[in-house]
């Protein structure tokens, strides 16, 4: 993948594919989207992600023209989009349940579409067997989606998606259906096929490690609103709030007040430990204010001594531990009740070292290993 470079978000003379601009959709009295503003760029591939009843499958549905906003635009290639039936959109949307015709072939299956837009002859055989070889279901061309596998039967459905060469595919819970192991496999096809046809896609799953996996950027969403939307490192190592912070992987958050020490840097009173830890952070804070330190379990360390040198360091016992083959993950909690996680990565098959239920270990930090957030 190429997206060391792809930035187009960062760059102000670029215009979106997608522009929802001040969007709000409300059923009844209920606001599913809340005033939302959002642009989507070109050959990118964008996930929303969010709690259930967050609004997502509202956008797509919006998107691809089956639900209309009650106030707001959204605009496709600068055009507002409202005018336009779900047929006459450059979009297409990709549905969990594949929807496939049984009782047609692959290739059929794949042709449809374009049958219906009076393709015909040798341009509609070039057009599906183009389809055919990018999801590699050549072979099974002539069987029909019962006598192939569920991610054959996903490929299907994407190349029948792709056929009419759409703007903008929208790809609701695309990988649901399989097992975890064809699901990441199938998440490195998906990204292969997205770059290879330059499509835009827009991805809703519930699965932030697909998202973190398969996008250019992630949209995280809550009650109808963007919390945040960055690159998934972004979104990872800078959440801009506790929700985010919280939403996207294992997290500790330590809670206490802010005193300014110096450029950036802060001691922050807290209810463990004997003195006040230090952070660093390019966010203000006023003396006194209530903060939280989102810190990432794997920026813990774990030691039987107290570690020389070390910024922060803090002494704890070990109440749980999880095994997850490459990663251990320790609960300790520190003598105030705090809990905090630390994971180590397994790399020797052998430990040299291992902790165990009861032992009191130390913990350590770094002043810039967590995020500093408000309230
Ligand atoms: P999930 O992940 O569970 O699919 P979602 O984020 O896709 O959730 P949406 O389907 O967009 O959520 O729904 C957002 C909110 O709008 C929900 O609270 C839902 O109950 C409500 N909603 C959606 N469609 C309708 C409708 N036709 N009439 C009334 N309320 C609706």
Known sequence: MNQAVFEPWSDPTQKPLIRFKSVTKQFGSFTAIDDLTLDIFEKEFFALLGPSGCGKTTMMRML?????PTSGVIELAGADIAPLPPNKRAVNMMFQSYALFPHLSVYENIAFGLRRDKVSGDALDARVSEMLKLTRL???ARRKPHQISGGQRQRVALARSLAKAPKLLLLDEPLGALDAKLRQATQFELMDIQEK???TFVIVTHDQEEAMTVASRVAVMDEGRIMQVETPERIYEAPNSLYVADFIGEVNIISGTARAIGDEQFHIDWAEGNAPFLATSSRPFSEGQPCHLALRPEK???HA???EAAENAVQGKILDIAYLGNLSTYHVALPGGQIIKAQTANTRRVSRRSYTWEDTVWLSWTSTAGVLLPE
């Open 138 to 140: 050549e072979k099974f």
């Open 305 to 307: 001594e107290r570690p």
């Open 197 to 199: 046809t330059g499509t």
């Open 64 to 68: 691809a023209g089956f639900e209309t």
């Open 300 to 302: 813990v360390g774990i």
